[in-house]
């Protein structure tokens, strides 16, 4: 059974359109995350959700939205698509309290290419 | 600010020779310390996690070291072979706020060859 999956695993869009990523994760953590990867390879937090709450929001542009309808799934909405929007964005999970705590579990990334 | 940096960017041995990668770390205030591999085009793959109370962690042919006061940690692979080609990466897990926040290292490109 997959732990963390996302849809799409790819994303070819143009500049301007609105599209969404969606994260599920079957593991039962508590704790959900978003990280963009970049051309070079860097991979940088942009979102963490905590039981359906807010904790972690970096510097990312308000186009990005994400949403927690319930602590397994964490979706990511972009409005307006830029070219440098175009990355591989990984979701991952994890627990605070239960099993190895805060041992992040990622999901196959979902490669996003804006033309 | 946690900042992590690891060296060396990339790394080519033969096969069958034992390698040390390095991770350093600016804040040593963290929760854990994990070790990935990543495959080209691919997803992350956990290796191991050095929970901030622990020194090392192993698993088959590989050997994670954590020393908290000096910001280091080292990724030892005994015997390598041509499958552990990949990049390596370093996530340190630092407190945000009472929840975790991690950052990750810019990596090691590992190429073994036979």
């Known amino acids: 059974d997959t732990a963390v999956s996302q849809t799409p695993k790819y994303l070819v869009t143009q500049m301007g359109n609105d599209k969404s990523i969606k994260c599920e994760q079957n593991?039962?953590?508590?704790?959900m995350y978003w990280y963009k990867q970049d051309s070079k390879k860097f991979l940088k937090i942009m979102f963490s959700y905590n039981n359906k709450e807010l904790i972690i929001n970096e510097t990312v542009p308000n186009r990005f939205s994400p949403k927690s309808p319930d602590k397994a799934h964490l979706n990511l909405h972009i409005n307006s698509l830029e070219l440098g929007d175009s990355a591989v964005y990984f979701c991952a999970s994890s627990s605070r309290t239960s099993g190895s705590p805060y041992e992040q579990y990622f999901g196959p990334g979902t490669r996003l290419t804006v033309t | 600010k946690q900042e992590v940096t690891q060296i060396p960017a990339a790394l080519s041995v033969p096969e069958g020779e034992n390698l040390v990668l390095n991770c350093s770390f600016t804040d040593s205030a963290i929760y854990n310390l994990q070790w990935f591999r990543q495959d080209p085009g691919k997803g992350l793959t956990s290796l191991l996690l050095?929970?901030?109370?622990?020194r090392e962690q192993t698993s088959g042919r590989l050997n994670a070291s954590l020393d908290k006061s000096s910001g280091r940690s080292t990724l030892y692979i005994a015997a390598s072979q041509p499958g552990d080609s990949a990049t390596y990466l370093c996530?340190?897990?630092?407190?945000?706020?009472?929840?975790?926040?991690?950052?990750f290292g810019t990596g090691t490109k590992l190429q073994v060859i036979p």
């Open positions: 593991l039962g953590h508590d704790t």
């Open positions: 996530a340190v897990g630092s407190n945000s706020g009472g929840y975790q926040k991690v950052t």
């Open positions: 050095i929970q901030s109370s622990q």
